[in-house]
């Protein structure tokens, strides 16, 4: 029986009766990062790396949670488990579980470029890789940062000449602050929606990010700053009427799918730039080669074209969950 099993409640070990981001309420789970489809309510107990604890007691309420190191190595019932950096957000983590030699690492969601954020990610060998794929397809792959951030400013920069404001959505947890540290304040003032402004006060607050000091939208009664200022808001706000003090207004999406033609129109947006979270096509084969993994399982995205496609070039590959 192999060291991680494909359960109902997501990733199993069974020598050790924890879960991995587990999908349905479990005893112990142990949780690569603390967005939402990865740290969910209701376990009774957690495991995480310390940076995203604060977090998930922030969007989880009174949890039990225990916070580790990277490369801390935690032993229950003689499995070796330990958490190594993902890239993906601050305190992401890839999971690395081993028993008497055999060594099982899941990727949990993770990039290879350096955002100004998150610890850079690391390779971890081992011989059963499970990685993600949300972007497993050779259409995505990323510019590099700063030529997205060069982009993102010309566009600022356009619209306060014609006095409209820039409105900037990103997940509120990791896109948002990675927008902010990499976004120059001489370009004009800077606004974040609440939203935004909870998660960074958090990271704040618990030394894990030095962010700058911009402010949370409140109501209209800046509406003359807004006119040259660029807003960093969560894609909730897209058609919302949340966006209405700022007319004029100009609308841009940062996400991975912007590589896509069309994807802009589709959310109604004046203008995207591709700035994603997750490894591209390129991290994603680089990353199975590093690993030297034996066996390679895919989850979360492409899997089963990327799966095909690893098989393809010669690997022992299959989606996660089918039968071993």
């Not at 409640?9 to 690569?32: F, S």
């Not at 579980?97 to 099982?104: L, P, Q, S, Y």
């Not at 690893?310 to 039968?323: F, V």
């Amino acid at each position: 029986m192999p060291l991680l099993q494909a359960t109902k409640n997501g990733i199993y070990c069974k020598r050790a009766k924890v879960y991995i981001d587990p999908v349905g309420k479990v005893e112990r789970a142990l949780v690569t990062h603390a967005h939402a489809d990865h740290s969910r309510y209701g376990h009774q107990s957690y495991l995480a790396h310390h940076h995203s604890v604060p977090i998930m007691k922030h969007r989880l309420g009174d949890i039990q949670v225990e916070g580790v190191e990277y490369g801390e190595v935690i032993r229950i019932n003689g499995v070796a488990f330990s958490f190594h950096p993902a890239g993906h957000i601050p305190g992401s983590a890839q999971i690395r579980v081993e028993h008497k030699g055999e060594v099982w690492v899941f990727s949990g969601d993770y990039k290879r470029q350096a955002d100004g954020i998150s610890t850079p990610f690391e390779i971890v060998p081992c011989q059963h890789f499970i990685t993600e794929s949300t972007f497993g397809l050779p259409v995505y792959r990323w510019q590099e940062q700063s030529d997205v951030f060069a982009e993102i400013h010309q566009w600022w920069k356009e619209n306060a000449a014609k006095g409209k404001t820039s409105i900037l959505t990103g997940y509120a947890l990791g896109k948002a602050q990675r927008l902010l540290k990499n976004l120059d304040p001489s370009f004009g003032p800077i606004f974040c929606h609440p939203a935004v402004a909870n998660i960074n006060e958090l990271f704040i607050e618990h030394g894990i990010l030095d962010l700058p000091n911009v402010e949370k939208v409140e109501g209209t009664e800046k509406k003359e700053a807004y006119r040259t200022a660029l807003v960093i808001a969560p894609p909730a706000v897209q058609n919302s009427t949340w966006l209405k003090k700022f007319t004029p207004y100009a609308l841009g999406i940062s996400s991975g799918w912007m590589a896509l033609r069309g994807a802009r129109r589709r959310r109604n947006a004046d203008r995207g730039f591709v700035l994603s979270d997750h490894a591209d096509w390129n991290a994603l084969n680089q990353t199975v080669i590093d690993t030297g993994a034996e066996s390679v399982w895919v989850t979360h995205g492409y899997s089963e074209i990327y799966s095909r496609w690893l098989r393809e070039q010669g690997y022992d590959a299959k989606i996660w969950g089918e039968e071993k």
